[in-house]
């Protein structure tokens, strides 16, 4: 790897770990002052690493395999109980990992080369259901889903603000199901830097959404439902390609842009139609006014760039198994998904400067190539809790950097597979965990 590159990587982790063993973080982030003041076997920063070392199995296999690897041993054995476990991680503020993975994020702009388009970051807003363990306080907090058939299932809200470009979560929510996905966007977008460029599917148009991310100085593109907005339905019988109109708010929208605290002026914005490969035809609105930097032709592939925010989920739930929870509390819920979210992000991040070496080897050959993040997320396990505990961690990187080089598959442009709806979501039984 790149010299450069390396030192950045190891800033990183300097970074990561001075916020982790600092005391103002311990200040910050447990529930009491009196709590993680003795000296016990699961002080404040082992519980941190312990809960975002992927966890899957069974807590007691977990803890035993996590001691093993801490101490060197040879052979797992009993150090601490499951129900040590459980009681410390309650003194534990779930806020601990969205601070630690936000400062990862902001390292990673400030000391990193990042992917852009026409200059700007391209930002996608999307939203996900995760079942939730069948517990009362889970359901009262986060509400539950009443199916044709069967019992009621607790579920949450999730949602994220993803650069798609980058494949680094911005920032995630799990919130209880009540909440709407334009309340969660509005959440994520009090984020956005001056320059973003937000891609939305065509649940989230909103007149008081567009006007929010215009005050945050940024820009966005999103697909419109052809049968709910008059202007759109107007714009599909013109047969025109694309026109710049004002969009001015209907009654209720004025209400919501109160409620927000935001203009109700007209918005500028530009009608965009999209015929698909299926003939199809999409409508997409944007504030990307200008026609010359920003012809027609380009919005086509520019939506597009959104799908890798529908993967991410993808590997959320399916790689890293986020509705794996390993408790049966609110706050074990909390603790457990914004972990994995900084589990994923590290290791996308330390994938993005392997996936350059890979395309430079490669380069030549007929396909292009991309590194197996299935496999990079399952080498990240231990690997994890390594890097953040010991202080010369190059030889690891190395190490981690190398396999993910040599476990690549090719990318087939141009494929596409029906979504087969038949098939049932895999579930994760709480008295039931996976062995290692």
């Known amino acids: 790897m790149d010299q450069a590159v390396t030192t950045a990587y190891l800033g990183l982790f300097t970074c990561l770990k001075g916020l982790l063993f600092s005391e103002e973080f311990r200040e910050r982030h447990r529930q009491k002052r009196t709590n993680f ?16 070392n992927l966890v899957k ?15 060197g041993s040879e052979i797992a054995v009993r150090l601490v109980s499951k129900s040590a476990l459980i009681q410390a991680r309650q003194k534990l503020r779930y806020e601990a990992f969205v601070e630690l993975n936000q400062a990862q994020v902001n390292y990673y702009y400030s000391h990193f080369d990042t992917e852009r388009w026409n200059g700007l970051r391209l930002v996608a807003a999307d939203g996900s259901m995760s079942e ?12 539950v889903w009443h199916p044709a058939a069967g019992g009621t299932c607790p579920k949450a809200r999730v949602s994220q603000m993803f650069d798609v470009l980058n494949k680094v979560t911005l920032d995630a929510i799990i919130a209880p199901k009540e909440k709407g996905e334009r309340v969660l966007a509005e959440a994520h977008f009090a984020h956005l830097k001056t320059g973003d460029l937000v891609l939305l599917d065509r649940g989230y148009p909103a007149f008081w959404l567009f006007a929010f991310i215009l005050t ?84 086509k592939e520019l939506y597009h760039y959104r799908w890798p925010v529908e993967e991410d989920y993808k590997a959320l739930k399916s790689r890293i198994e986020v509705e794996n929870w390993s408790g049966l509390s609110v706050l074990t819920v909390y603790q457990d998904f914004h972990a994995k979210v900084f589990a994923k992000n590290l290791t996308t991040l330390l994938a993005r400067s392997a996936q350059k070496v890979v395309e430079q080897k490669n380069h030549d050959k007929k396909l292009d190539y991309q590194i197996n993040m299935t496999n990079a997320f399952s080498k990240m396990k231990d690997a994890l809790v390594l890097l953040l505990q010991h202080t010369a961690i190059l030889p690891l990187l190395e190490k981690l950097w190398q396999l993910m080089i040599r476990t690549i598959e090719p990318i087939r442009p141009g494929r596409s597979f029906p979504r087969i709806k038949r098939v049932k979501p895999r579930k994760f039984a709480v008295s039931y965990k996976p062995i290692r």
């Open 37 to 52: 003041t003795r000296q016990r076997c699961l002080p404040f920063v082992i519980v941190v690493i312990f809960l975002l």
């Open 216 to 299: 945050q100085n940024s820009n966005f593109c999103a697909r419109m439902k052809l049968g709910s907005w008059m202007i759109v339905k107007q714009f599909v019988v013109s047969g025109l390609s694309e026109q710049t109109i004002s969009l001015t708010p209907s009654w209720s929208a004025i209400q919501e842009c109160k409620d927000h605290k935001l203009s109700t002026n007209p918005l500028t914005v530009r009608l965009i139609r999209v015929e698909l490969d299926t003939g199809e035809i999409e409508v997409l609105i944007t504030s990307l006014l200008d026609v010359v930097h920003y012809p027609v032709s380009v919005f």
């Open 132 to 143: 939730l363990p069948d517990t009362k306080e889970i359901s009262a907090h986060f509400g």
């Open 57 to 71: 199995r069974a807590l007691q296999d977990e803890l035993d395999e996590f001691f093993k690897l801490v101490d």
